[in-house]
């Protein structure tokens, strides 16, 4: 028999296995926000208009889904998404899709203030308008 015949121990392909880091690939997550063919940064602008104690919850939720992924979101339809914050008496939404080939970026597309309990069909249509824009431009 030949050293390392039936032992593992031999050189073909087959004998080797794969490094712990390959097989577990995390992804890190990011934001990025939405941006107009004119340059405007309509979220960015809305974030800026919140006063800190707002900012800051909006700020950690998002934070709480970069974290942990989409499961820290809830799925709209399609590929939009959204994050929850509550502010101070008022709620807040961020809609956002997942981006890049292993969906690691976070675009934000629409941030609102809730009245309703449903997230207004308007806002939703807005966000998918703005994807494909995003899309097209190829950003």
Known sequence: ?????????????????P????????VTHRWRDYQTAAGRRPIKEFLDGLDDEDLASVVAAMREVRQQGLQAARHLEDDIYEVRADGKGVIYRVLFAPQGKHKQVFLSLEALKKKTQKTPVQSIRLAKRRLLDWKRRGK
């Open 1 to 17: 028999m030949s050293r390392g015949a039936g032992t593992g121990q031999g050189r073909g392909r087959g004998s080797a296995k």
């Open 19 to 26: 490094s712990p880091a390959r097989a577990a690939r995390t």
